[in-house]
Each structure stands twice: as C-alpha cells, then as structure tokens.
C-alpha cells in the first residue's frame, strides 16, 4: 500500500514537471538536444551489401541488419546537428552484378575527408557466442574511440567483450579516426532475434552514437549524462 502510494506519488510529480518545465529545460536532459555534434561529419559504413549479403544467420543476412543499425545510428548523429553519409543507401547503390569491392569503398570513404568512420558489421561463430565488439587499428584516435563505443555497449548489453585491435582492410585504410563495431552475433539464433527487432537495434545505435558523441566532446562531457538511456519518447519512428 505505501508502495502503491510512492508510485502515485512519483506518477503525480513526474506529470506535474511535464506540464511545467519550460521545454528549454527539458530538452538539456538529452544530449542530442541541440547542435553538440554541428559541424561534423561522420561516415557510416553499413557493411556488404548488394552482391555480397556477408554472414547469414537462421533468418536474415548480415547486410540487412547492417543498414537497418546504420540507419537508425544516421538519425541519432542528425538529430546532434552532424552531417552523417553512408555509403549505402536501402536501395544499395552497391551493383548487384559486380563483385563489390572494398577497395572502391575506402576511396569513397577518404574522399569524404570525414572526422569519423563507423563500420557496422555483424559477428559469426560458434552459437553460443555472443555480444557486441568494438575492433580498432592504429590510426590517431582510434583506440579511445572504440573504446567509449565499447563502453556504452559494455553498459547496454552487459557483454564482457572487450575493446580490440585488429588488421582489417578498412581500419587499416582509414584516413580519419575509425571504428568497426560488430553489433552482434548473427550465428547466434537469440541474438539474431534481437538484431532483428528495430527498438533493440536503435537502442543498440544509440549506444553506439553515446560513445562518439563522448569521444568527440572529450574534457566537455557533462558525467551525468554519461551512459544515459535513450530518450523513450524519440524510440518509435513515425
Ligand atoms: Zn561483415
């Protein structure tokens, strides 16, 4: 009964701010409020597409899942004022009859002169692994943004998967500071689920966004916001 009472009570509260907090102060609850990000440019990679589907899982392939996380990430860096470029769009302008190649995609990519590149790819392996894992190369500011990205997917996923350094083709190849975020297992069938349910995949890139918008906003961060869980009422698209 005292319970039901304190739940009343916070319900009464949580009303009565809603209806008086002028919007401005509500609005400074969440970080893509306002322009943190303006001026910047970030490249999203969804990962294969077209003629190469990637890894297949029970139910999708990897090339879906890729942009359908990529879309969703493009959404949370506009709405902090960046300018966000994929190098694939739902129509895929990767031909369809020609062997997709990496290299024109690098090319591409540089030419963007980007401050960032995110990578989005799903995992494969045996079927009990799982979780999210930030991969990273040598280029200056790469470590400590996978690492942040790592962190906020560490926080959402409770993955114990950690940060890691690897040789791949387009970290290596990355003029800008670059990540590849391996948002899941698709080999495994539970995480494929998830990986298919669009609110676990813009919860997931919202993570995802944190994490760089962290690492852009360096020394400048308010620590309360460190971590926060995304704003509900911008989970349902319309
Ligand atoms: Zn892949």
Same mark, same amino acid.
């Given at each position: 009964m005292k319970r039901a009472r304190a739940v009343f009570t916070v319900l009464?509260?949580?009303?009565?701010?809603? &209806?008086?907090?002028?919007?401005?102060?509500?609005?400074?609850?969440?970080?893509? #409020?306002?322009?943190?990000? #303006?001026? %910047?440019?970030?490249?999203?990679?969804? /990962?294969?597409?077209?003629?190469?589907?990637?890894?297949?899982?029970? %139910?999708? &392939?990897?090339?879906?899942?890729?942009?359908?996380? &990529?879309?969703?990430?493009?959404?949370?860096?506009? %709405?902090? /004022? &960046? %300018?966000?470029?994929l190098t694939r769009s739902p129509l895929s302008d990767v031909p369809k009859n020609k062997k997709y190649r990496v290299r024109d995609r690098m090319m591409w990519i540089n030419h963007t002169h980007a401050d960032v590149l995110i990578d989005i790819h799903c995992n494969a392996g045996a079927r009990a692994y799982h979780g999210p894992q930030t991969f990273y190369w040598d280029g200056p500011g790469s470590y400590h943004l996978a690492h942040d990205v790592q962190e906020e997917l560490q926080y959402f996923t409770h993955t114990r998967r950690k940060v890691t350094r690897i040789d791949q083709y387009v970290l290596r190849h990355a003029d800008m500071p670059a990540i590849n975020v391996e948002i899941g297992f698709i080999s495994n069938p539970k995480e494929e689920e998830q990986l298919l349910n669009p609110e676990y995949q813009r919860n997931l890139s919202w993570y995802i966004f944190v994490g760089t918008e962290r690492w852009f906003l360096k020394g400048r961060w308010p620590q309360n916001l460190l971590q926060t869980p995304p704003p509900t009422h911008l989970l349902v698209r319309d």
């Open positions: 009464l509260v949580s009303i009565f701010c809603l &209806a008086v907090v002028p919007p401005l102060v509500q609005a400074q609850q969440f970080p893509m #409020a306002g322009d943190l990000l #303006a001026g %910047r440019l970030v490249v999203i990679d969804p /990962g294969h597409g077209g003629y190469d589907p990637g890894a297949h899982g029970k %139910r999708a &392939a990897e090339d879906l899942i890729n942009l359908e996380n &990529a879309l969703a990430l493009k959404e949370w860096f506009q %709405r902090a /004022g &960046a %300018r966000v470029l």
